[in-house]
């Protein structure tokens, strides 16, 4: 259904005692990565990955993937709650959409759909959450959109995906979360309602882990996002570091300034 996320966690070094699910791979290619579906309730447990010589890694991996369209009107929204006792623990995620570099047919430069993610902590009642923003991601039309958060306290936190306006259409879509303690809990899913904010005198329960969306209070991309300089945002030229002569300078002082 169209804004519905598919838990999975990706194929290849995982501990044993994960239930059996069903194999789907995203894409054409049968090169791309491979998805195991490990469904088993709505909230998550994450994987722990081994490496190639069976070590634990330190960090245990959610992936929630939308083969559909995401609309201003099911936008996706992501819950992770950490318990009490695995305090202080570190998360980190980011919402990917396809790189549109791998569908060109012809020169050029495709740009990306800006996804603005915003961290909440949850607060009291069924839908409260505090108004001062545990963190958020840059704004910009880039493929991913990334936050990451420590959290001192257990709670619930709520992670939004934001578009631009009514008008953007993102084809595809990727959750990925991390998490340095193994009894957090991750869910998906479309937002189906608006959540209240509340002030509270209360110290929050998590914190900025990143400077990624770090901004002045009335930062540029503080209601709309930023786009970049696509002339100069990229290799550079070596136009660039042509100095101009004499008669390009006189010409420049010449239209800048005028006789009296």
């Known amino acids: 259904p169209p804004g519905m996320f598919t838990p999975s966690a990706t194929a290849g070094y995982m501990q044993q005692g994960m239930g059996p699910g069903q194999m789907e791979a995203l894409g054409t290619s049968a090169n791309q990565r491979v998805l195991e579906n490990v469904s088993t309730g709505f909230l998550q447990r994450g994987v722990q990955h081994l490496a190639p010589d069976g070590t634990p890694l330190p960090w245990y991996e959610w992936i929630y993937a939308n083969p559909g369209d995401i609309l201003r009107s099911n936008e996706p929204e992501f819950t992770v709650t950490v318990p009490e006792h695995d305090c202080p623990c570190e998360i980190v995620c980011s919402v990917e ?13 495709p740009e990306a759909s800006p996804i603005l993610c915003k961290v909440y902590e949850k607060v009291a009642g069924e839908n409260y959450y505090s108004s001062q923003l545990v963190c958020r991601s840059n704004w910009i039309p880039v493929r991913d959109a990334m936050v990451a958060f420590s959290v001192n306290r257990g709670g619930e936190f709520k992670i939004t995906a934001e578009l631009a306006d009514g008008k953007t259409h993102i084809n595809k879509m990727v959750f990925r979360c991390y998490s340095s303690r193994p009894n957090v809990m991750v869910s998906a899913s479309a937002m189906n309602r608006k959540h209240l904010l509340v002030e509270t005198d209360e ?18 991309d503080k209601d709309k996002p930023v786009y970049l300089d696509w002339e100069h945002d990229g290799m550079r030229k070596a136009e660039f570091d042509i100095e101009p002569g004499w008669t390009s300078m006189v010409k420049e002082v010449q239209e800048d300034c005028s006789v009296m």
């Open 97 to 109: 959409q396809i790189d549109l570099r791998l569908q060109l047919k012809e020169p050029g430069r």
């Open 203 to 220: 110290l929050p329960g998590g914190s900025r882990l990143s400077l990624v969306g770090l901004m002045e209070p009335e930062g540029r």
